[in-house]
Structure formats: structure tokens, C-alpha cells
């Protein structure tokens, strides 16, 4: 037996059903997925730089308190005379808190946006992998930057160091991981690896957006972005350490 269907015509308007739900769409390339994750790589790319030259500086510690201090005092006198006293230093400072606030809102955004796209969870757990990777993401970012907060406080003010503000950099930096607060080196040591996990993973996400990460080089750029978390990670602990195991005094 065969039934025919009756078929509107091809060019009907097709209306929404009335109370139908209305979805508001942000337009525009920052609106979109994409702009996003460029967003998260650009200003995920700043922050790398700045980790780098961080951690470098860092080092000079293993040359002396008088080594580290005139770094430290380099950093604030940057262009001068042109440029007057922390000016330049200042509007680095502005530059890396507004690539936190802006990889913040894209990390957030795209989350919320992955949330609404799928309301009803897989019935199906997700792999192992991608949803430690999401914790390790999510947790992992908030962490690190409860852990700057804490490091603000600790060696750039000085309100929870032995040696309070009015010291030297150097000298705030060795009381700070004195031996006897062993548990301030601890806390350095899950965030800074901490941060080598996220930086993994978030190096890693970045050359997949640039459309780099294609079949023949997907070893090379997954090992790169593990040899960059990797050096940064020992490069960051081996001055709380030298100095909480007395190498450096
Ligand atoms: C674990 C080893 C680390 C040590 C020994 C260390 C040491 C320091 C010191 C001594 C300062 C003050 C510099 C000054 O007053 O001239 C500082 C500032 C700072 N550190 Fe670290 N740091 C470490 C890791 C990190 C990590 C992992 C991050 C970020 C995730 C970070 C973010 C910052 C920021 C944002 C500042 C303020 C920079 C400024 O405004 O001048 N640090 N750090």
C-alpha cells in the first residue's frame, strides 16, 4: 500500500514556533569559537614570554644576592631617563594582568558555550584523558592564580614574608624559602607544577588553533610543548630549592 505525503512548497517562509526558546548569538570574530581560542593563544602566548624571562631572571639568584637585586632593580628603572621610575615596568604589569583578565573571559565563554551546545550529558562517560585534562584546566588555572595571589603578597609586597616590603628582592626571596618555612617551598612546588601541566596542555591547544599541529609534525609539537612546560618547570623550582636545602644562602 503506498500513502502520499503532502509536501509544503519549497519556498515557504519557515517560522519559529511561537514560544520557541530565542538564542542570543554574539557576532563578530570575538563572538565567535574561533576569535576565542585566538584570544586564549595570543594572550596564553604573552604570559609564556613573560614565564620565560621570569624564570631566567630568577636564576640569577645562583650568582648572588647582589646579582639578583640589581636585575630586579634593572626591571624598575627600564628606559630611564627617557622613561621615568617603574614606567615601563608599570605598563608590562598592565599588559600581563589584562592577558589574564582577557584569557580568563575566553577560557570561561568557550566552557559555557560547550555546556549549552550539549545540555544533556553523554550517556557514555568521556574518555579518560580528555576529562582529567579538563580538570586539570579548570582546577589548574584557578590555582595558579590563587598561587600568584599568595606570591604577590609574599615576595612582591612582602605582607606574609619574613623580611616584610621594606628589604631587598634577594633577601625576601631567601627568608621567604628558608628551611624552617619548608611548606612555602611546598606550595611553590604544586603550583609550579601546576603550571607546567597547564602549560602543556595549553601550548599544545595553541598550535592546534593555528592550524599547526597537521600529521607530520603532531609528534614534534606535542614534545615541544612538553620540553617547554618541562624547562620551565625546573628552571622556576631550582631557586626555592637551593635555597630550602641551604646551596644557596
Ligand atoms: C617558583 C618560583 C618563582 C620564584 C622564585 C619567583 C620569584 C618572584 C619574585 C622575587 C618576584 C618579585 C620581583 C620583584 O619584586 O622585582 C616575582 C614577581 C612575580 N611573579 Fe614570580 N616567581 C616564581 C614563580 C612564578 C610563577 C610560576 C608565576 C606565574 C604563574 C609568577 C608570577 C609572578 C608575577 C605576576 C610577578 C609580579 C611581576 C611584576 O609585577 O613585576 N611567578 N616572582
Known amino acids: 500500500?503506498?500513502?502520499?505525503?503532502?509536501?509544503?512548497?519549497?519556498?515557504?517562509?519557515?517560522?519559529?514556533?511561537?514560544?520557541a526558546p530565542?538564542?542570543?548569538?554574539?557576532?563578530?570574530?570575538?563572538?565567535?569559537?574561533?576569535?576565542?581560542?585566538?584570544v586564549m593563544a595570543v594572550t596564553g602566548a604573552v604570559m609564556v614570554l613573560f614565564l620565560v624571562l621570569h624564570m631566567l631572571g630568577n636564576l640569577k639568584i645562583f650568582f648572588g644576592r647582589d646579582s639578583f637585586n640589581e636585575y630586579a632593580h634593572a626591571l624598575r628603572t627600564l628606559l630611564e631617563p627617557i622613561a621615568p621610575y617603574r614606567t615601563v615596568l608599570t605598563i608590562l604589569e598592565i599588559g600581563l594582568v589584562a592577558s589574564v583578565v582577557l584569557h580568563m573571559w575566553a577560557a570561561i565563554s568557550l566552557?559555557?558555550?560547550?555546556?549549552?551546545?550539549?545540555?544533556?550529558?553523554?550517556?557514555?562517560?568521556?574518555?579518560?584523558?580528555?576529562?582529567?585534562?579538563?580538570?586539570?584546566?579548570?582546577?589548574?588555572?584557578?590555582?595558579?592564580?590563587?598561587?600568584?595571589?599568595?606570591?604577590?603578597?609574599?615576595?612582591?609586597?612582602?605582607?606574609?614574608?619574613?623580611?616584610?616590603?621594606?628589604?631587598?628582592?634577594?633577601?625576601?626571596?631567601?627568608?621567604?624559602?628558608?628551611?624552617?618555612?619548608?611548606?612555602?617551598?611546598?606550595i611553590y612546588l604544586v603550583a609550579v607544577v601546576m603550571v607546567g601541566l597547564h602549560l602543556r596542555h595549553g601550548i599544545w591547544s595553541a598550535f592546534q588553533t593555528l592550524g599547526w599541529a597537521n600529521r607530520t609534525r603532531y609528534k614534534a609539537l606535542k614534545a615541544g610543548a612538553g620540553l617547554v612546560s618541562a624547562v620551565l618547570v625546573i628552571g622556576f623550582l631550582a631557586p626555592p630549592l637551593a635555597i630550602t636545602f641551604g646551596v644557596v644562602k
Open 1 to 19: 500500500m503506498t500513502a502520499t505525503i503532502e509536501r509544503g512548497s519549497a519556498t515557504a517562509p519557515v517560522t519559529a514556533p511561537k514560544n
Open 22 to 38: 530565542t538564542r542570543k548569538r554574539s557576532s563578530g570574530f570575538l563572538g565567535s569559537s574561533n576569535g576565542k581560542k585566538v
Open 111 to 186: 566552557a559555557r558555550r560547550a555546556g549549552k551546545a550539549r545540555p544533556v550529558k553523554y550517556v557514555a562517560k568521556k574518555s579518560q584523558a580528555s576529562g582529567y585534562t579538563t580538570h586539570i584546566m579548570r582546577f589548574g588555572g584557578l590555582t595558579i592564580l590563587l598561587f600568584v595571589i599568595w606570591h604577590l603578597l609574599d615576595l612582591t609586597f612582602g605582607v606574609v614574608n619574613p623580611k616584610g616590603f621594606d628589604s631587598a628582592p634577594a633577601d625576601r626571596m631567601i627568608a621567604g624559602f628558608d628551611a624552617s618555612r619548608w611548606w612555602v617551598t611546598l
